[in-house]
């Protein structure tokens, strides 16, 4: 089993800044993207971030949000600045992966870490 573990939420005011942390761990062969999603209050959860291949952001987060990973250590990194109210959310990581050569990708998913910025 593959799991990640979200770190880095809190509660800071608008302008202010926040850094995410995933760290993956377990029978991990490979992870071929690593991302951010996010889901507030009665909304679709949603991409912020994937890093894999191209790295791609939601248009709302572009030029405020960056993705980084360090494979050695099998962490995604999320550096929020410039948070705004309507950044608000759950934020989980996830990742596809899989557990040996011959297994399929699967989908794993982290347990979440609420972001809330105060306007």
């Known amino acids: 089993q593959v799991q990640l573990v979200e770190s880095g939420g809190g509660l800071v005011q608008a302008g202010g800044s926040l850094r995410l942390s995933c760290a993956a761990s377990?029978?991990?062969?490979?992870?071929?993207?690593m991302s951010w999603y996010r889901q507030a209050p009665g909304k679709q959860r949603e991409l912020v971030a994937r890093?894999?291949?191209?790295?791609t952001y939601a248009d709302s987060v572009k030029g405020r949000f960056t993705i980084s990973r360090d494979n050695a250590k099998n962490t995604v990194y999320l550096q929020m600045n410039s948070l705004k109210p309507e950044d608000t959310a759950v934020y989980y990581c996830h990742t596809e992966a899989k557990k040996t050569m011959g297994s399929p990708w699967r989908d794993y998913w982290g347990q979440g870490t609420q972001v809330t910025i105060s306007s």
């Open positions: 377990g029978s991990i062969f490979s992870m071929i993207t």
């Open positions: 890093s894999g291949g191209i790295t």
